[in-house]
């Protein structure tokens, strides 16, 4: 069992940077496939990034590649979403995900814990 705390969300203006955290409980962190997933009113939950164990494999939807920068601190139970240059478009409830299996998934239906979610919201 994992339990997931997101933070860091906030309103921001277009073109600022924000860095999300997730913090995880349980020894077993480091073992997991890490993802953050964003949903804004009236849409789908949507894939924005992912991390493998190990923190060697990333993946990034291509809506953030090249503005977001997904890592983690095994040590520390905690996953970082850094989100530079943000659009209005990136106004969304953001989510941390964690995935059991070893293979970097898009989907959220392979993802078996989450958390609750942090608001950002980017003003133009």
């Known amino acids: 069992q994992v339990q997931l705390v997101e933070s860091g969300g906030g309103l921001v203006q277009a073109g600022d940077s924000l860095t999300l955290s997730c913090a995880a409980s349980?020894?077993?962190?480091?073992?997991?496939?890490m993802g953050w997933f964003r949903q804004a009113p009236g849409k789908e939950r949507e894939f924005v990034a992912a991390?493998?164990?190990?923190?060697?494999?990333?993946h990034y939807a291509d809506s953030v590649k090249g503005r977001f920068t997904i890592s983690r601190v095994n040590a520390k139970n905690t996953v970082y979403l850094q989100m530079n240059s943000l659009k209005p478009e990136d106004t969304a409830v953001y989510y941390c995900?964690?995935?059991?299996?070893?293979?970097?998934?898009?989907?959220?239906?392979?993802?078996?814990?989450w958390g609750q979610g942090t608001q950002v919201t980017v003003s133009s």
């Open positions: 995900a964690a995935d059991r299996s070893f293979v970097i998934h898009t989907t959220k239906g392979n993802y078996d814990y």
């Open positions: 991390i493998s164990w190990s923190g060697g494999t990333t």
């Open positions: 349980g020894r077993t962190f480091s073992s997991y496939t």
